[in-house]
């Protein structure tokens, strides 16, 4: 019983750790990826497409006929972790929600999922290709 407590007292925090990091990746990928697909839907139907920004949550929504209409939703996996800075650059000014246009063009600018105690990906929109990628900054 005494080996199994030692054990045990090593693995857990391992294992939340482990647990942790893999909630952030999650995370960051998920947003990635509604990205891409908002993109790729915004160049297939010929519509403008917005993403907008919240702490808790990305919102994927579609103009028809000049009316935007929700579309899609996620949330972080993990209350530790939320989005955080979000920064493109439209015609009228800064903006905290990214668009992508018929020709496969976006605002540019970046966005921050970020993790209690430090851990941040920059998730990054190009302009006028609408290319989307992620860096890490701080340790996992």
């Known amino acids: 019983m005494a080996v199994m407590a030692v054990l045990m007292s090593i693995a857990v925090p391992s294992w939340l750790r482990y647990q942790r990091a893999q909630d952030f990746n999650s995370s ?3 947003l990635v990826e509604v990205l891409r ?7 297939t139907e010929g519509r403008t497409y917005r993403v907008d ?23 972080p996996t993990s209350s530790d972790v939320s989005y955080g800075n979000p920064g493109f650059t439209t015609v009228t000014g800064p903006s905290t929600s990214v668009f992508f246009y018929t020709r496969g063009t976006a ?19 190009e302009g006028l290709t609408g290319r989307v990628s992620s860096a890490c900054t701080g340790t996992l």
């Open 107 to 125: 605002t540019k600018g970046t966005v921050k999922v970020v993790r209690v105690g430090g851990s941040t990906r920059t998730v990054t929109v």
């Open 28 to 30: 960051t990928s998920q």
């Open 37 to 43: 697909s908002t993109q790729l839907r915004a160049v």
């Open 53 to 75: 920004f919240t702490a808790d949550q990305a919102s994927s929504v579609r103009q028809v006929a000049g009316v935007y209409q929700s579309f899609t939703s996620i949330s």
